[in-house]
């Protein structure tokens, strides 16, 4: 029993004492709209992603969220968009997320009806800016900005 005890500290102490790793999407259609979602338990619309589960890549990750989220399929990968950490960029836990932008391709048709509300592409001029959910918001004025943040 004690080294079960110890080994479940250590796994909960882990899990409770450091950061958990996402990946947040900036979904970019062929016709350069960009895809947000309208989240259920706030309202607010944001980016697509979630949690890299246990034993996947982020890339893997990145096309599993897309898809649960909004229905895409994730073609192309541009580039690392940024790095944020900020313990309150998300307000549920301290997550670590890693931004990229994609290309992708298909129907506005999400998986994943409990967590999201629906899906929407916007042009630039359209986004939602100004009240998005977690620090969506500054990860989208640093990708328009050209910048690839470590925040």
């Known amino acids: 029993m004690g080294r079960f005890w110890r080994f479940f500290s250590t796994v909960l102490g882990i899990i409770f004492r450091h950061p958990v790793t996402g990946t ?3 979904p970019v259609l062929p016709d ?3 895809v947000l979602i309208q989240r259920s338990d706030t309202g607010q619309w944001g980016l ?5 589960d246990w034993g996947e890549d982020i890339p893997h990750a990145a096309r599993r969220e897309l898809r649960e ?8 990968i541009k580039s690392l968009r940024g790095v944020y950490s900020d313990p309150q960029r998300d307000p549920r836990l301290h997550s670590i997320s ?9 129907e506005l048709i999400p998986e994943d009806k409990l967590e999201v509300l629906q899906v929407k592409a916007f042009t630039r001029d359209e986004l939602p800016l100004g009240n998005l959910s977690h620090d969506h918001d500054r990860q989208l004025k640093d990708y328009f900005e050209g910048s ?3 925040a």
């Open 32 to 34: 350069g709209r960009i």
């Open 148 to 150: 690839v943040a470590i």
């Open 48 to 52: 697509p992603g979630g949690m890299i």
């Open 24 to 26: 947040t999407i900036i």
């Open 69 to 76: 989220e909004t229905g895409l399929k994730l073609t192309k």
């Open 98 to 106: 890693i931004l990229l932008e994609v290309e992708a391709v298909g």
